[in-house]
């Protein structure tokens, strides 16, 4: 579909423009702050589950939510299904996408690694925004150890 | 059993999701700063870098060659509309030197569900202009873009000014020669 290259490249674009925002009012911190991509991708989450959940049955439990996630939204949105869902059955979830779009168009080798959480980070957020708005509330992270596989973690938070 | 049925539709919600992300954009450089002129800065250079990369996936999709004048790069333009954002403006309001025209639409997906607040100067589609900008500038073409009449700012209709203003050559790197 011609239209996936235009989200692609507003992707990179939105990373692009967190980094160049954070070197104009540089504080003397070493690591890249990405805080800003992740809420753009939450309040992007936020808004996008409310709508695909409007016409869908009701989930029976959080795994059930978490596998929704995994399946067609995650088909609609990186092409593929998410390849592996773990869980402990205690609000820890682990989501592995071995070939995250985000990353497939890097080398595999480990040149790129240190690169690699700005490309993922619009994708936490769009996690935890598409869970908030089911009423679930999480922290998610993601780990990459060699591209273009990707583990996403959601930690559901319960008070 | 109606979850098999009801499967996503995969186009509507990749457009729907471009849309809202476009939106928490444009909201969180509002909320950076105070400044409208700046933000539409920041989004019409962001169009701009789309459009630089934007030009190779189009022209490799296309098999495009060389316009030679105007009235084609307009018809390209319209073209890339329709491939890209499924939406169809109408090339009007030529000049009478024929290098200056209108893209006017009534709809467009990118300012989908939006509600501006009061007259603050926000061009809220500026990404696209910068598009425009910098796709041309990498066929060695210098425009100049601006809105005419912007929907969400009350017009009955979104008109986006495009004004040809010189050929670029090609400039050798220093040291070539």
Request: a negative charge.
């Given at each position: 579909?011609a239209d996936?290259?235009?989200?692609?490249?507003?992707?990179?674009?939105?990373?692009?423009?967190?980094?160049e925002?954070?070197?104009?009012?540089?504080?003397g911190?070493?690591?890249?702050?990405?805080?800003?991509?992740?809420?753009?991708?939450?309040?992007?989450?936020?808004?996008?589950?409310?709508?695909?959940?409007?016409?869908?049955?009701?989930?029976?439990?959080?795994?059930?939510?978490?596998?929704?996630?995994?399946?067609?939204?995650?088909?609609?949105?990186?092409?593929?299904q998410?390849?592996?869902?773990?869980?402990n059955?205690?609000?820890?979830?682990?989501l592995?996408?071995?070939?995250?779009?985000?990353?497939?168009?890097?080398?595999?080798?480990?040149?790129?690694?240190e690169?690699?959480?700005?490309?993922?980070?619009?994708?936490?957020?769009?996690?935890?925004?598409?869970?908030?708005?089911?009423?679930?509330n999480?922290?998610?992270?993601?780990?990459?150890?060699s591209?273009?596989?990707?583990?996403?973690?959601?930690?559901?938070?319960r008070? | 059993?109606?979850?098999?049925?009801s499967?996503?539709?995969?186009?509507?919600?990749?457009?729907?999701?471009?849309t809202?992300?476009?939106?928490?954009?444009?909201?969180?450089?509002?909320?950076?700063?105070?400044n409208?002129?700046?933000v539409?800065?920041h989004?019409?250079?962001?169009?701009?870098?789309?459009?630089?990369?934007?030009?190779?996936?189009?022209?490799?999709?296309?098999t495009?060659?060389?316009?030679l004048?105007?009235?084609?790069?307009?018809?390209?333009?319209?073209?890339?509309?329709?491939l890209?954002?499924?939406?169809?403006?109408?090339?009007?309001s030529?000049?009478?030197?024929?290098?200056?025209?209108?893209?006017?639409?009534?709809?467009c997906?990118?300012?989908?569900?939006?509600?501006m607040?009061?007259?603050?100067?926000?061009?809220?589609?500026?990404?696209?202009?910068?598009?425009?900008?910098?796709?041309?500038?990498?066929?060695?073409?210098?425009?100049?873009?601006?809105?005419?009449?912007?929907q969400?700012k009350?017009?009955?209709?979104?008109?986006?000014?495009?004004?040809?203003?010189?050929?670029?050559?090609?400039?050798?790197?220093?040291?070539?020669?």
């Open positions: 579909m996936d290259i235009i989200f692609e490249l507003l992707h990179s674009e939105i990373i692009n423009y967190s980094i925002k954070f070197k104009n009012n540089d504080n911190e070493k690591e890249t702050d990405l805080s800003v991509v992740e809420y753009i991708g939450f309040a992007a989450g936020y808004k996008i589950m409310e709508r695909l959940t409007r016409e869908w049955p009701r989930f029976k439990d959080e795994l059930d939510t978490m596998k929704f996630i995994c399946t067609d939204f995650w088909t609609c949105i990186y092409k593929k998410i390849d592996n869902l773990r869980t059955h205690q609000g820890v979830y682990v592995q996408d071995n070939a995250f779009r985000f990353l497939t168009n890097f080398s595999n080798g480990h040149q790129y690694l690169y690699a959480p700005r490309y993922v980070a619009y994708t936490c957020g769009l996690i935890r925004g598409g869970l908030a708005n089911l009423c679930i999480s922290i998610v992270t993601a780990e990459v150890q591209m273009p596989s990707c583990k996403f973690h959601i930690h559901v938070q008070t | 059993m109606s979850r098999q049925t499967r996503l539709d995969a186009k509507k919600v990749n457009s729907e999701l471009l809202l992300t476009y939106g928490a954009l444009v909201s969180q450089m509002l909320k950076e700063t105070e409208t002129e700046d539409n800065k989004l019409e250079r962001i169009g701009y870098n789309m459009g630089v990369r934007l030009i190779e996936d189009f022209l490799a999709r296309t495009s060659t060389r316009c004048e105007m009235r084609e790069t307009a018809d390209k333009i319209q073209q890339a509309f329709k890209y954002l499924s939406m169809q403006p109408t090339v009007t030529w000049s009478s030197a024929g290098d200056e025209f209108s893209l006017v639409w009534d709809h997906p990118l300012s989908e569900w939006v509600e607040p009061s007259n603050n100067g926000l061009k809220y589609c500026a990404l696209i202009p910068g598009a425009i900008r910098g796709a041309l500038q990498m066929v060695q073409l210098d425009v100049q873009c601006w809105f005419v009449q912007d969400l009350g017009d009955p209709v979104t008109e986006l000014r495009v004004k040809y203003l010189k050929r670029l050559e090609d400039a050798v790197p220093a040291g070539e020669d």
